[in-house]
């Protein structure tokens, strides 16, 4: 099947800093990915580059058969297409949960009100917190702010998903309920691109792993195979240091 | 009992502590009593309500005084609206509470036509009041900008059957400082956007305007704007005294105004942005519904302080001229009957000039805590 996320030799620089270093990643439609690495190895700048969060110096990304380039139209619609959740969850503080999730559909995909709202509120039954519609996100607990903050994602209808360490600013109690939405969404089919630290979850969900480190992916394959048998002596440093903090 | 505790722990604890509470206290007494001795047995405050109506109107033709009944009444519907869309309904209770002191206040000093005229209009915001609860909150939303626009056309129109030479005192100042702030608000806006601009040309003059404009006394800029604006029209074209003035505030006004908003701006986060943009927002959505709304309200009290300042400011027309409120203070007392009342007349103008200040200064932190809700 024609990958729906393709990257080749692609480099990037923050100023002299080589922060992407040749990296060719394909994605296919439905994979879970999952990205691991030591902090500063580039993983949040990888997944950036996919909606031009981040602009590229060398190689080509196409995304859902389209080549990203410098052109904003261009730059708009493939950001349609790819929804991404942020670690500090970046939800509208000036507008209600409601707002906030129909925003983008009413503004950017031309959807009358109402049809964005019954959508909205479907999508927030089904992580459990439409009764929060109403509120602001202040008033929310921060597993619900990062739950509303993937339907705000989820509203435009995207066929790729970013995570950025999605749990890494919540409390420990609150991981579960985020993580729980977002295995139901891999399990409904959804392209998802996740960089986090949460070791059960990749092994549950993802179809691959990619380890990053210094700019490169360094090692791929299988959870199982990447968690239990790694090649790499820095895979092996790695997992050491976060399986036994 | 707790009142005596309370002056015991923050007035008299320690002798040097003590001694300031005595000292103040007495000092409050004997200017207190001076004042009120004065101004209840010595001052002649006939001269306000003899003049009453020059400190309200200044030379507005007084067969022609509707127009300004009607123009009130404009106003206060358009108030009375927009309170019906935006203000929770318990304030209105204290807003119509001191409308109703004010008018009591000023009933004795009114012609009987003007008890009338005061009471239409305010009958008039009433209605769009309940007019504007009547109809759906979308709607009245989305009609409150063009309602504003047409209304304040149709005021204007009606105040203009008598030419603004012949404006005068509270009127003029309110409708100097209304257009000086409507006209410069969007200004600041733009310079504000200008100067955090990444095209380095619109940045560089942005910036120079806004430090240029910041460098020189407000009087300075009005007096120049007084001298340029006909500049700029064709010669025989008079352009009323008054439009040059506010043109002057508006300059001034706006390179302030820029620097407030500017503030907000850099306070709104980087992750703001980027989530409007990832769901794919154009840069200018995202700026109109995301970045703006949160970098306006981070700025509502200085914004108002600076609605506040302009309004307090139009006294400055004095001097180019124009008819505002403080200058009827100088027309009053140049008349031979009314020689050395300058306190009484002055005091008045004061008093005005502090209720119009307070009250915005009241609608300030009443907004502020009404959007709050939305703050993180
Ligand atoms: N906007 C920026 N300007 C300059 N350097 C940056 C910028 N963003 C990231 N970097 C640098 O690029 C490198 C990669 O950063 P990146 O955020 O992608 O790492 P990461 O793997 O996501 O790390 P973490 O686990 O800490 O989130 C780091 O050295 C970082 O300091
Ligand atoms: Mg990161």
Redesign the interface.
Known sequence: MEPIVKMENVNKWFGSLHVLKDINLEVAPGEVLVIIGPSGSGKSTLIRTI?R?EPIQEGRIVVDGVELNED?RNV??I??E???V?Q?F??????TILDNVT??PT??RGLSKEEAERKAMELLERVGIADQAEK???QLSGGQQQRA?IV??LA?EPKIMLFDEPTSALDPEMIGEVLDVMRELARSGMTMLVVTHEMGFARDVADRVIVMDEGRIIEEGPPEEIFSNPKEERTKNFLHRILHH | MRALAWMKRNLFNGVWNTLLTLVTAYLLYAVGRAILVWAFTEARWQVIPANFRLFMVGPFPPEAIWRVWVALAIFLALVGFTAGVVVRRRYLGTAAAVAGVLYLLAFPVLLPSSRLGLLAAAFAGGLAWLLAGSIAPRLARRLLAPVWFLGTLAAIQVLSGVPSQRWGGLLLTVIATFFAVVLAFPLGLLLALGRTSKMPVISLLSTLYIELVRGVPLVTVLFLAWIMVPLFVPEDFRVPQLVRGIAGFVLFAAAYLAEYVRGGLQGV?R??W??????????F?TVV??IL??AL?AVIPALIGQVIAIFKDTSLFVIIGIMDLLSMAQVVLSNPKFLGLEREVYLFVMFVYFLGAASLSFLSRRLEAA?G????
């Open positions: 909606n969060l904003l708009e619609a950001r349609r790819v929804g991404m942020f500090q970046n939800l509208f503080p000036h507008m925003l983008a503004k950017v602001y996100p202040a903050a705000r994602a435009m | 986060s992750g703001q980027e989530a409007a943009w990832a769901l794919g927002l154009s840069g959505q519904f995301i709304p949160q309200r959007m809700l939305g703050k993180r």
